[in-house]
């Protein structure tokens, strides 16, 4: 399956180079952390969006691999005048530089591929890695690239999220708007099928996480209503 099959890419495809996306991540850090950061940290997910959009990115998700680096990462935002916002259940977030920075709770897993590989959408499984002293690499999913050639917003299966179904077909449909790309019809079926398959009583909790989880819009409440009145 493509979830085991990952890849560092080096060439220029749609943006996603591996040159760009370190650039783009050297920025960020840069104007939240600092580049002199002794943390070794992952930027993953959406983020790198931006290099399709053009837009700069709202939020930044900076993974720690350990609890040390973690206290590190906190260290450097508040000493950057990071303001604490509401956090959610999984990170603690604050805002700076005009950025949401998300810290997530969990600390593992310990390298970038393995972070990359707990995504369900192929856009964000794009990250790089920081490591003390300067050095950056980038992992880039190839699913990643071919979304972008494609223009079409496509899924890592199977979806290891899939309690969080829900929110993965709202934020589907949000990052289809966002770079004006289409959704395969396979692509969404997927998410309903993982939905659908469920017992009422498990479909329940579904719905709530989504509550827990989700921004709310994009059809996704209306719809679980029709599929099950």
């Known amino acids: ?38 943390a070794r940290f992952f930027l993953a997910g959406g983020a790198f969006k931006s290099l399709l959009t053009g837009r700069p990115p709202r939020d930044l998700d900076l993974w720690a691999p350990s609890p040390r680096d973690r ?31 998300e810290i997530p709770h969990k600390t593992e897993p310990d390298t970038l591929s393995e972070r990359l590989a707990r995504f369900d ?31 079409k917003i496509l899924l890592l299966k199977p979806l290891v999220n899939w309690r969080y179904a829900l929110t993965t077909l709202e934020r589907m449909r949000r990052y289809a708007q966002e770079l004006n790309f289409s959704i395969p019809e396979a692509e969404e079926a997927e998410v309903w099928r993982v939905f659908d398959s469920q017992d009422p009583e498990r479909r329940a909790e579904l719905v709530e996480r989504y509550r827990h989880t989700g921004k709310g819009g994009f059809g996704v409440l209306e719809e679980v209503a029709c599929r099950h009145p």
């Open 71 to 101: 206290d590190l990462l906190l260290t450097a935002l508040r000493a950057h005048g990071a303001q604490p916002v509401e956090s959610s259940a999984f990170a603690d977030a604050f805002e700076l530089a005009g950025r949401i920075v």
């Open 121 to 151: 959408i192929a856009l964000s499984a794009v990250g790089v890695e920081h490591r003390p002293g300067g050095q950056w690499s980038a992992v880039i999913h190839p699913l990643a690239i071919e979304s972008a050639r494609r223009q």
């Open 1 to 38: 399956a493509y979830r085991e099959h990952e890849a560092i890419h080096r060439g220029d495809l749609c943006s996603l180079s591996q040159h760009d996306v370190i650039e783009l991540a050297r920025r960020e850090v840069a104007a939240t952390l600092g580049l002199d950061t002794p």
